[in-house]
């Protein structure tokens, strides 16, 4: 019985990876298209019909580009760091609490900042092995900023924990059933999407890849294969976010197919971020995470705390 458990699971873990992976080309081709009618331009519309098979163009031309390796790099660390990148990125999907089989285990949001953690190591090994100086600056930078935003995400993390009492992502739906957190915690809510913004590298915190100042940041010295997989993982952690904003606060009602229709609104107000405002100024992003974001999201933490002893105090 348990080799069947362990086939069904490595099965599940599969289909939801290349589901994954379709999601993220078509929220690359989604990107796209959104920035283009920003811009008042259409998007990509040559291939196929409206331009749907692009992104699966735009693949196979950069895994079949030859891919050029700078001389003193440190070879190994400089090739696989992108793998790692990704591998981390998929590998968070994992804790995505379903309801029939996978792993659906009651410490999966240890496990996403676990694993959310590690993504900083391949972006810090990234821009140090290709031994330029200007994708140690990015990386540096890059670094800083997803540690910085770490902090943050994790206490406002907390504060949901406090209500539910629960380190199972399930437990946020259950509690959702009547009425979405997003009403009862609108500010953290306001904070948790803004710091995921900073943590996935995105404008106006795309500071890893700030082409008109880094020479495209961390990133620079990979083409062809290498940078598509970098690609992969942002967008991926995008998706992920994504889904993580509508199960901490837009009910998280996982088995209908609103939460999807949720997910993909996510999605495209990161495009609509990306399209609208420019590029902040780094150390304001500094003082954004360290003044003003980890005082509101701790005093936050220490409301709910109280909140949550209220409540046992007048059940006892």
């Known amino acids: 019985m348990f080799y069947k458990d362990f086939i069904m699971m490595m099965l599940s873990s599969v289909i939801l990876l290349i589901c994954v992976l379709i999601g993220v080309a078509f929220l690359t081709l989604l990107e796209r298209k959104v920035l283009g009618y920003i811009q008042i331009r259409k998007g990509p519309n040559k291939v196929g019909l409206m331009g749907i098979p692009q992104p699966f163009s735009d693949a196979i031309k950069l895994f079949t580009k030859e891919s050029i390796i700078p001389l003193m790099s440190n070879f190994n660390m400089y090739y696989l760091s992108p793998v790692f990148n990704l591998f981390l990125s998929l590998f968070l999907w994992l804790c995505m609490p379903f309801i029939s089989i996978l792993f659906n285990f009651n410490l999966s949001i240890l496990f996403f900042l676990s694993v959310s953690s590690l993504g900083v190591y391949t972006i810090m090994i990234s821009g140090w092995s290709s031994n330029s100086n200007y994708s140690l600056l990015g990386g540096i930078r890059s670094v800083a900023q997803?540690?910085?935003?770490?902090?943050?995400?994790?206490?406002?993390?907390?504060?949901?924990?406090?209500?539910?009492?629960?380190?199972?992502?399930?437990?946020?739906?259950?509690?959702?059933?009547?009425?979405?957190?997003?009403?009862?915690?609108?500010?953290?809510?306001?904070?948790?999407?803004?710091?995921?913004?900073?943590e996935t590298n995105r404008t106006p915190f795309d500071f890893a890849e700030g082409e008109s100042e880094l020479v495209s940041g961390f990133n620079v010295e990979y083409s062809s294969g290498?940078?598509?997989?970098?690609?992969?993982?942002?967008?991926?952690?995008?998706?992920?976010?994504?889904?993580?904003?509508?199960?901490?606060?837009?009910?998280?009602?996982?088995?209908?197919?609103?939460?999807?229709?949720?997910?993909?609104?996510?999605?495209?107000?990161?495009?609509?971020?990306?399209?609208?405002?420019?590029?902040?100024?780094?150390?304001?992003?500094?003082?954004?995470?360290?003044?003003?974001?980890?005082?509101?999201?701790?005093?936050?933490?220490?409301?709910?705390?109280?909140?949550?002893?209220?409540?046992?105090?007048?059940?006892?």
């Open 226 to 316: 290498g940078f598509a997989l970098i690609f992969l993982a942002e967008y991926s952690s995008i998706l992920f976010m994504s889904m993580m904003c509508s199960l901490l606060f837009l009910g998280g009602d996982i088995v209908s197919f609103l939460f999807f229709i949720k997910l993909g609104l996510m999605s495209f107000l990161w495009v609509w971020v990306r399209g609208t405002l420019p590029r902040f100024r780094y150390d304001k992003l500094m003082y954004l995470a360290w003044k003003s974001f980890l005082p509101v999201s701790l005093n936050y933490l220490f409301f709910f705390m109280g909140l949550k002893l209220l409540y046992f105090s007048l059940i006892l």
């Open 146 to 198: 997803t540690i910085s935003y770490e902090v943050s995400l994790a206490l406002i993390l907390m504060s949901f924990l406090f209500l539910i009492s629960s380190l199972n992502l399930f437990s946020l739906i259950n509690y959702q059933n009547f009425m979405w957190l997003l009403f009862l915690m609108f500010p953290l809510c306001l904070i948790w999407f803004v710091s995921s913004l900073a």
